[in-house]
T-cell receptor
Framework: GEDVEQSLFLSVREGDSSVINCTYT??????LYWYKQEPGAGLQLLTY?????DMKQDQRLTVLLNKKDKHLSLRIADTQTGDSAIYFC????????????FGSGTRLSIRP | AAGVIQSPRHLIKEKRETATLKCYPI?????VYWYQQGPGQDPQFLIS???????DKGSIPDRFSAQQFSDYHSELNMSSLELGDSALYFC???????????FGPGTRLTVT
């Protein structure tokens, strides 16, 4: 079935690295995403990774994919106050016309 | 760059009324997706259209209907509104059902 799970909260100190974790159950997932949502705002696509990749780096963001354990993580280096938001892990299965299945979201808060 | 446009941004309706939400995809995008995000919840897929035909259907109530028009904009029609329909409704668009979906800012519907 389709299920994406994340921890609900994460608190980190400004300047430290944040690591947000996600697990998914559907082994036929084709693409895995990280979306960012600030309070009252829309969904911003941060990055995505194909299921045949292990890692993707984009500036301060590093995505790691462990296909065996169906585990996805997002690392944000040098976390800033502007990174405070809810981060959604999501997956899509191409055969389903690319509808996106979202996790419950992790609320990232930054301590001074 | 042009983004997905949704209107209205905010809508207040009473129970049993009807509402129409509009979505204008990014130019040249032919695929539109609708998602519903309840308070404190993750976005849930409702329905999608590709080249003016319904391509996938999720947890969309029978009271809701949607269509995609010849100019690729889409409308979500909601009838017999219930308090539980209060949510943020997102539209996303992509080209040829591509995995890169770009989300609009959302329409916040409040049913009183």
């Amino acid at each position: 079935g389709e299920d994406v799970e994340q921890s609900l909260f994460l608190s980190v100190r400004e300047g430290d690295s944040s690591v947000i974790n996600c697990t998914y159950t559907d082994s036929s997932s084709t693409y895995l995403y990280w979306y960012k949502q600030e309070p009252g705002a829309g969904l911003q696509l941060l990055t995505y990774i194909f299921s045949n990749m292990d890692m993707k780096q984009d500036q301060r963001l590093t995505v790691l994919l462990n296909k065996k354990d169906k585990h996805l993580s997002l690392r944000i280096a040098d976390t800033q106050t502007g990174d405070s938001a809810i981060y959604f892990c999501a997956e899509t299965i191409y055969s389903s016309a690319s509808k996106i299945i979202f996790g419950s979201g992790t609320r990232l808060s930054i301590r001074p | 760059a042009a983004g997905v446009i949704q209107s209205p941004r905010h809508l207040i309706k009473e129970k049993r009324e009807t509402a129409t939400l509009k979505c204008y995809p990014i130019p040249r995008h032919d695929t539109v997706y609708w998602y519903q995000q309840g308070p404190g919840q993750d976005p849930q897929f409702l329905i999608s259209f590709y080249e003016k035909m319904q391509s996938d259907k999720g947890s969309i109530p029978d009271r809701f209907s949607a269509q995609q028009f010849s100019d690729y904009h889409s409308e979500l029609n909601m009838s017999s509104l219930e308090l539980g329909d209060s949510a943020l409704y997102f539209c996303a668009s992509s080209f040829n059902r591509d995995f890169e979906q770009y989300f609009g800012p959302g329409t916040r519907l409040t049913v009183t």
